[in-house]
């Protein structure tokens, strides 16, 4: 945990002499970055010059400018949080002092200036920050993470002009654009949710919640009684996870309890499903995974549940890597790396998948209904 303090004070000092750079538009797909010939991924050799590694095509303008320009976009809301977290941690005002610099130069969009994935035309459940609605909302969170951060230190002046020209009306697009139970909604729900209880926004806080397409439906409707995502691949599961994470914390610390025996089922269903190395089966869309690699989402789950069972052995193999996180351990709880995670016995999914012999390594999995991806 210390490193992770080390790196984010850094990242954050860095920030402090830095003049940043706000991007003019929006920035574009991310699938557009890939070489038309060979379908090659594209590296950037400079803003406008984007390069096929395999056949040395260059590609420039439209669409291929403006996909880097979500490195910008995503490097200030990530310094928003940053600087956020360190000014709590350490209460020196220059944390906030540049957070708040950043929060008051940056402007959302409205429905005017949304542009739609693929062709940049305006349309709903496109974005503004980003080319679709579920960019907006990654982009959001930590933007509204860090914003809440450093609340203390601002005028009533700077909140209305922050909430006017950039909180809100992000919040606002994606609210409008809550189609359905999917991971995409639940990035949705953490979004303008967390907006709505940073500004104590009540009809954004409800509907983020307890809404037709709010945390709990996503959660009732979404998870199956086997806990995996009813999208049924790993990938979508812990995509899942990552988004209904933020809401859930920000909910309990106003005395929102969000962590059900249902959502507990998420954390509970990859780890039930694990072969003793750790690797779930692939099913779906999804390549074979590991949750071994989540441990940074495990942290939350030890730290409401505190049992062996929810966690024990996916922090402890993700190692290092699982300590980069925000989330860390709880303080004053002894390590959550015991030896107490034992391999079940074959335990059965009836709704998902069949039986899963682990104790002797070997899987046998029959996938017993088709559900979507996407
Ligand atoms: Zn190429």
Not at 218 to 225: A, C, F, M, S
Not at 264 to 282: Q, W
Not at 295 to 317: F, K, P
């Amino acid at each position: 945990m210390q490193g992770h303090l080390r790196r984010l004070r850094k990242g954050a000092d860095d920030w402090l002499t830095r003049t940043p750079e706000y991007p003019d538009r929006g920035s574009q797909w991310w699938h557009w970055y890939t070489c038309k010939a060979c379908g090659a991924r594209l590296t950037t050799k400079s803003p406008t010059e984007h390069v096929c590694p395999d056949c040395g095509a260059v590609y420039t303008g439209w669409p291929y400018d403006d996909v880097v320009l979500d490195r910008q976009h995503g490097a200030l809301a990530g310094a928003i949080r940053d600087l956020g977290l360190m000014y709590v941690l350490t209460d020196d005002t220059a944390y906030a002092g540049k957070a708040r610099e950043i929060l008051l130069a940056m402007r959302s969009g409205t429905s005017t200036t949304r542009c739609m994935t693929s062709t940049a035309s305006p349309n709903k459940g496109g974005g503004h920050v980003g080319p679709q609605s579920l960019d907006e909302s990654t982009w959001l969170i930590p933007v509204a993470q860090g914003f809440d951060c450093i609340l203390d230190t601002l005028s009533p002046e700077d909140v209305q002009t922050i909430s006017e020209k950039l909180l809100l009306p992000a919040a606002q697009l994606i609210h409008d654009h809550q189609w359905g139970i999917h991971n995409i909604c639940c990035w949705h729900d953490s979004a303008y949710g967390l907006v709505g209880l940073a500004l104590e926004h009540e009809g954004l806080t409800y509907d983020a919640i307890n809404g037709p397409k709010g945390f709990r439906a996503q959660v009732e409707q979404g998870v199956t009684d086997d806990g995996f995502w009813y999208e049924s691949a790993w990938g979508y599961h812990f995509y899942t996870m990552s988004a209904l994470q933020p809401l859930a914390v920000a909910a309990r610390n106003v005395g929102i309890d969000l962590y059900t025996d249902r959502y507990k089922g998420m954390y509970d269903a990859p780890l039930a499903f694990m072969a003793p190395g750790g690797e779930l089966p692939a099913f779906n869309d999804s390549g074979t995974a590991n949750p071994l690699g989540q441990g940074s989402m495990y942290e939350i789950a030890y730290a409401r549940w505190a049992t062996r069972g929810t966690c024990c052995r996916s922090c402890r193999a993700g190692g290092r890597a699982s300590r980069r996180c925000y989330t860390g351990r709880k303080p004053g709880t002894d390590s959550h790396f015991g030896n107490g995670f034992r391999n079940g016995v074959s335990p059965r999914f009836p709704l998902g998948v069949g039986a899963l012999p682990r104790r002797r390594g070997m899987w046998c999995c029959a996938v017993g209904r088709q559900a979507t991806g996407g």
